[in-house]
């Protein structure tokens, strides 16, 4: 039977409410598809670009059955029924002081920064305002929310749908891993909101001057990550494209972080902003515990003891290195010893890295070892764990790490390994920890260790100085 046929055998079939509107189909473990280029049954270009998110049959929508008038939770009197029902149903059984604080100015139409602590429902805060967006009918509203990294981009993605599956159709995800083409046609379609890393996006407007023309709403999430990437020119760019937001259509700009302000956002022409900053809102326990260790070696032995002691409880741990290389030679080292594990960085491919994404994700993998690229905005409530194999360069670094356990209300511990080359790097995180560092009792010689660990990076900056006198006096 051909596929058209199939596809009009499916349409004659009893119409079932859709259960799985987000991700494909469980257990099929493709990853990548028809984002890539292929096309669906039609013949015509999908509408999303996310490849990793769409199922395997023609997206079709129904409208669904209707249900029982639900009570609107008494929590979320702040909000409209309809809306206040949206965030109880995603799980927020009260709305966190981010929410209780910028909803109602966001709902608005007003614009501003908020700064608030990891796991407290930012994303919620932007995305009400865009599911609100696209009740008009008829209406020409476009939404932009630029993001980091690909990872977060495939999870706002999935939380929009999970507001409103209906939000699928329209809704564009353009990031790096995909074809360029793809995208450009993708685009050239009708849709409503895009969420796009600024690298990809510029490739794109390139082609298309004028794709952004129509943006009313604007949300750089993650905005410090944005500009320490290195974004601050794109992002720059990006700007320049969208409508100046004088008139009647006035553009509404949302800025969200975890840990504050970043001078480089003076350099861009965001206009006004309201600032909220909330430091309540953190619910879940986290347990912090520092290890002095006078060998790296000895990092590798207390980690395989640390993931035997979450395996026997069926915990997760996403353990973070310093960069691709040890990324992959530790996971590599994690297999041998018969952890579950997946590496998750930059190098690998796209369809690698959505897949190892996935597999934490669901639970099929029990430790996720990756660089700072899952340390942003990444929402994983099952992890147990955070282990820093290696320790952030800064304070906020360390900050958005530790963010990835002791999310909705679940408690988490971070454990932090400090070794004899981890000198500078502890400074930076003790300067700012709010107090002293809580060390685990058998790795807690806090004195030996500095002075250790200060000889040994005296010496290193003896050793390289000499190397670049040298060079200098070599003409090199």
Known sequence: MSEDRAADKSARAPRQPRQDVVGASKGSGKVGGRGSGEKNPSGKPSRSLSPDLRPPTPVRFYAPKPKPAVSVPKAWTLLPPELARTAAN??????????????????????????????????????????????????????????????????????LQQIDPRARDGLALCVGGHDLDAQKRNLATD????????????????????????????????????????????????????????????????????????????????????????????????????YLFKSNKKKGDVLVDVLAATAAAKGQVLVFVANREKANHLNGLLRLRGFPAEALHGDRLQSERAQAYQNFKDGKVRVLVATDLAARGLDIPEVDQVVNFDLPRNFREYVHRSGRTARRARPGSCLSFAGPDDYLALRNLEKEFGGPLPLHPDYAQYDRWLTDARRAHETKVRIQKKADFLRREQGL
């Open 90 to 159: 995603l799980g927020f059984a009260k709305p966190t002081p981010v929410q209780k604080e910028c909803l109602l100015p966001a709902l608005a139409g007003e614009s501003f920064q908020a700064v608030a602590p990891t796991g407290t429902g930012k994303t919620l805060v932007y995305l009400l305002p865009v599911w609100k967006s696209l009740q008009a009918r008829g209406s020409k509203h476009r939404n932009l929310i630029l993001v980091p990294t690909r990872e977060l981009g495939y999870q706002v993605s999935q939380m």
């Open 191 to 290: 849709w409503h909101t895009l969420i796009a890393t600024p690298g990809r996006l510029l490739d794109v407007l390139d082609a298309v001057p004028d794709l952004l023309k129509s943006i009313r709403l604007l949300v750089l999430d993650e905005f410090d990550r944005l500009i320490d990437l290195g974004f601050e020119e794109q992002v720059g760019k990006i700007l320049a494209k969208l409508p100046s937001g004088n008139g009647s259509a006035k553009r509404q700009t949302l800025l969200f972080s975890a840990t504050g302000e970043n001078d480089a956002l003076l350099r861009l022409p965001l206009g006004e902003l309201a600032k909220h900053h909330v430091t309540a809102g953190k619910s879940a326990p986290l347990t912090e515990t520092f």
